[in-house]
């Protein structure tokens, strides 16, 4: 950013040496923005009251938003529009983000292809998520969905279209029509196969309406925390290594997952769970953190997606012999059956022996039988990715792939509303002025396993919410309550450690270590065995954070200290995966033990229910699991919660009782 800046002045050197005439605003842009220290409102101050070493500014704001992808952006501008004096934080430009890379759509019950009801889409989401779903939040995404695609339509975000001109809906997977009973169902409302890039460009556009201050290549260190109450975020401006404090009634964490904690997932380099470590070191509770979704198909050797759409458009996996396998995993949705059930049957043909090329370690997609005309169409970005990454054209030859981690079921525990809650004495208590949305969230819609599509849904659905919370409960303009003068001075003290750690271990070496440890310990299948050994080296492998060496001593694009600031994140959201799938005693969702391969709920739902006598809670695993860790030694305390299994209106929308899940 400062190199173009520097190009853009050099530029308008040239052009003002020949023309003098041009006012000086011109030159400058109507638009500011990329900040000094100051900021935008010049309201900063610069005290020195936790750091003689580290300027740090102050600004108060009414609402903070930290990251800036789908869930950011949108309860940003949400914000914003309601009048709010707010502010972006974001460690990436908001285009940048990585909600530009989902390719296959966002779900809503238009009806444009059939007879569609959000209530199906519904059932199917409390089904998809193995009843570990929050039926209220699922409730009000599933009903809120048709009229946020229409706001995103609005927006001008250019949806693929019928004959008749109607947003186009493919088939994905896990969607079923009248409660699973009526076939396949196409809800997923897509722009080819760049849905996501689109969405944010949309977004990003839209958001330039209003008056947000963009603080962009700004990591947010931590949240000021004080007793209870969440009083803003402290961060490092990457450019010029400046540290600000920003003051906020409310806060909102949009940070995204946290697939690099893996050797192997389709997530940006970037997907470093800020948010939840940020939460983790306030010493409140990530929720579910075990359920990692392994998308079925990211290219073998590469680990890039291809999208579910692939198989939506008529695509299908085969194997060494090839038979289409999934016929007899899942005889009704065939290779449209829910991600979990799609990876696992994936992992057992390649077991069994029946996997393709010369280790017999991974399948292929097959598109070759598609017309050229519907792959150029529909998934011309798929058809681009598979030339470039596994060297296939994709309307000759199938495409190498193998389950690859793709998304975090889990993150900070909120309710429907967006607020984040903590649970104590057998109730949730919302944390007053936090805020949690995206997949940094856990409200949880998406339980043990996320449907496709559901995720670009969560973002707009509860961005929004947060903004409309927020909206509700405060107005623009209050009186901040005072902040204490040492607030944020451990983030600092922690900075300054890393950046003349002195020790013998490499950040790359150290990262290395924990993301071929989990991708070993905690995998599509797990076991006791593996997953305890797992927990003992991840142990280990936190207490070497001590050990670290850093070599760049600066603080002006410090890409070492920021890489290292990631891998302390990645490392609290990796010990409690794995420590909370070593407790986890069943198999639900994306979460499959083989020595415990049945789900354990609160009856036998295999059975008919009269005459048996409920298992009490603390024998059964239908509940969220809420894990804490001491930062300092890593050591990790779990918790439960129940799940709530009340709609939002039960006349208008009835709950779905658990059943057996099969596809």
Known sequence: MASVRAASRLLSKRILSKTKAIPAAAVQGSRNFHFSIYGKKKSAKVSDDISTQYPVVDHEFDALVVGAGGAGLRAAFGLSEAGFNTACITKLFPTRSHTVAAQGGINAALGNMEEDDWRWHFYDTVKGSDWLGD???????????????????????????????????????????KYGKGGQAHRCCCVADRTGHSLLHTLYGRSLRYDTSYFVEYFALDLLMEDGECKGVIALCMEDGSIHRFRAQNTVIA?????????????????????????????????DLEFVQFHPTGIYGAGCLITEGCRGEGGILINSEGERFMERYAPNAKDLASRDVVSRSMTIEIREGRGVGPEKDHVYLQLHHLPPQQLATRLPGISETAMIFAGVDVTKEPIPVLPTVHYNMGGVPTNYKGQVITHTDGADKVVPGLYACGEAACASVHGANRLGANSLLDLVVF?????LTIAEEHKPGEKLSPLKASAGEESVANLDKLRFANGSLRTSEIRLNMQKTMQAHAAVFRTGSVLKEGCDKMDAIYGTLEDLKTFDRGIVWNTDLVETLELQNLMLNAVQTIHSAEQRKESRGAHAREDFKDRVDEYDYSKPLQGQE????????????????????????????PVIDQSLDEQDCAHVPPAIRSY
Not at 273 to 281: E, I, K, L
Not at 463 to 467: F, T, V
Not at 620 to 627: A, D, F, G, I, M
């Open 255 to 287: 940070t995204g997952g946290y697939g690099r904690a893996y050797f192997s997932c389709t997530s940006a380099h970037t997907s470093t769970g800020d948010g939840n470590a940020m939460v983790t070191r306030a010493g409140l509770p990530c929720q």
């Open 135 to 177: 039926q209220d939040a699922i409730h009000y995404m599933t009903e809120q969905a048709p009229a946020a695609v229409v706001e995103l339509e609005n927006f001008g975000m250019p949806f693929s279209r019928t004959e008749e001109g109607k947003i186009y809906q493919r088939a994905f997977g896990g969607q079923s029509l």
């Open 614 to 641: 409920k298992t009490p809670y603390d024998q059964h695993w239908r509940k969220h699991t809420l894990s804490y860790v001491d930062p300092k030694t890593g050591k990790v305390t779990l918790k439960y919660r």
């Open 463 to 467: 961005g929004r919410a947060c903004a």
